[in-house]
């Protein structure tokens, strides 16, 4: 494409889905400057921010994942193998069996003689749930709606999704892109799509005449310390140092959720393992 005369964010379009808006509009903007190094060199950073709060998800999250496959490993072994033994002892008692062992019994007949079917349909209801959610939006936004009331979730969807927007919207209104554009190119990187119905909105409020500030004010989403700091930037004319440390604030709120988020399951995996071990001794014992 270069060698027939295309400029190179021409070239790009075909690889959209591949390489996304952001790196694009970068390309479109270091084009338009002359300063495509410059344009290159900031999308790096970008991406690179990016990436490292995918990558400290991840490590945040690997404690409680690995101690949840203990459980389920430790689980299937005692209903496959111990709960077994006992239930030829209760069968021969011919007594009325308390509810923790008759639900400890249901849960071995059904993993032992039906487990295979049971893991089937929950695999087949997954893929049936992620093709809804690829390809009904409706469905997909209910989704992410519930996903913005759950415990933990929501605040960790609400600062990762807040924290990247505000980073490429500084870069790119640093870079020299018009507000409305750069409004665009940002929005257009949020998964949430509650967030993104949200922020939309600002772009609307901008293109009417409306301030920045007043837009993102009437999201809701923005604590009152923010519009002002933005609404500063916008009367001195320092809008896109202003929005730089608005990002660097909600890059700050992440990172604290990402390093107290182990902290912050270690309950609800207590209260799990805890249920697992009354249900066992219960149903055993009693």
Same mark, same amino acid.
């Given at each position: 494409d270069l060698n027939s005369g295309h400029s190179l964010s021409r070239s790009m379009e075909?690889?959209?889905?591949e390489l996304g808006n952001l790196t694009i509009a970068m390309v479109q903007l270091g084009e338009q400057t002359g300063n495509l190094d410059q344009s290159l060199y900031s999308l790096a950073d970008m991406l690179e921010e990016i990436r490292a709060n995918v990558v400290k998800f991840k490590k945040a999250m690997a404690y409680p994942r690995n101690v949840m496959i203990a459980m389920a490993v430790a689980f299937t072994i005692l209903i496959s193998y111990v709960v077994p033994q006992f239930k030829a002892i209760f069968e021969e008692l011919g007594a009325d069996l308390p509810l923790p062992t008759q639900i400890l019994l249901t849960l071995e007949h059904l993993f032992?003689?039906?487990?295979?079917?049971?893991?089937?349909?929950?695999?087949?209801?997954? &893929?049936? %749930?992620?093709?809804?959610?690829?390809?009904y939006r409706h469905i997909k936004y209910a989704w992410h709606a519930f996903l913005l009331k759950t415990y933990l979730i929501k605040n960790l969807i609400k600062f990762a999704t807040l924290s990247r927007f505000t980073l490429v919207f500084a870069e790119l209104i640093r870079a020299g892109?018009?507000?409305?554009?750069?409004?665009?190119?940002?929005?257009?990187m949020i998964d949430s799509l509650p967030l993104k119905s949200q922020l939309l909105s600002v772009r609307s409020t901008v293109e009417k005449g409306g301030t920045l500030n007043q837009g993102l004010k009437d999201t809701g989403l923005f604590e009152?310390?923010?519009i002002q700091m933005i609404s500063a930037g916008e009367d001195s004319g320092s809008l896109d140092s202003m929005i730089s440390k608005v990002a660097d604030y909600y890059k700050m709120r992440f990172d604290a959720i990402i390093a107290g988020l182990s902290e912050a399951i270690e309950p609800i &995996?207590? %209260?799990i393992i805890a249920s697992?071990?009354?249900l066992l001794a219960l149903g055993i014992f009693l």
């Open positions: 075909n690889f959209r889905f032992n003689n039906y487990g295979p079917y049971v893991l089937a349909v929950l695999f087949i209801s997954f &893929m049936i %749930f992620k093709y809804l959610i690829n390809n892109i018009p507000i409305a554009d750069a409004l665009d190119t940002a929005i257009a009152n310390m923010i &995996m207590l %209260f697992m071990v009354i």
